[in-house]
């Protein structure tokens, strides 16, 4: 888990992202604030969707520890481990790149939140297809690559 910032109108926010480690992206959600309420919002609403994972591995951002911290006082995390290595989460930092390139073009925090949201969409579907080589028997890539070329 991690999270990045993005400008929207002149105006800093944050973009909260879980992958797993594999790389498949768990959900995203796109915060005014960056504090220990907006990551213990993140750390519940992932844990309500996909239990409760053996292993977290964020930054050594203050708000994400003390937000892990009060969420294992209220038992939601109880066996799970939480690791702050320095290179542990680099697998989550490349994958804000593409999100980050597009970062001059939101105008409002919805139509940001929407882009975003359909941005990972797109790219859910581009990593498993290239992490298990085809998908629905057909491979997402070589099928986009055929379009381009008939449209070339």
């Not at 992206?25 to 907006?38: C, E, G, I, P, S």
């Not at 989550?92 to 359909?118: C, M, V, W």
Request: aromatic residues 10%; charged residues 30%.
């Amino acid at each position: 888990m991690d999270e990045t910032y993005i400008k929207i109108k002149g105006k800093w926010h944050y973009l909260y992202r879980a992958i797993a480690s594999d790389g498949l992206t768990l959900d995203v959600w796109l915060r005014k604030k960056r504090d220990t309420q907006a990551a213990y919002a993140f750390l519940k609403r992932l844990i309500n969707q996909f239990g409760e994972p053996k292993v977290l591995v964020t930054d050594k951002a203050p708000s994400i520890g003390s937000a892990f911290k009060k969420l294992q006082r209220e038992n939601l995390y109880p066996k799970t481990e939480h690791r702050t290595v320095k290179y542990l989460n680099n697998l989550i930092e490349q994958d804000h790149r593409p999100i980050k390139r597009r970062n001059k073009f939101y105008r409002s925090l919805h139509t940001a939140s929407a882009t975003i949201k359909g941005m990972e969409a797109i790219r859910g579907l581009y990593k498993k297809s290239r992490k298990v080589g085809a998908l629905f028997d057909i491979s997402v890539c070589l099928e986009i690559k055929g379009l381009l070329g008939v449209l070339a």
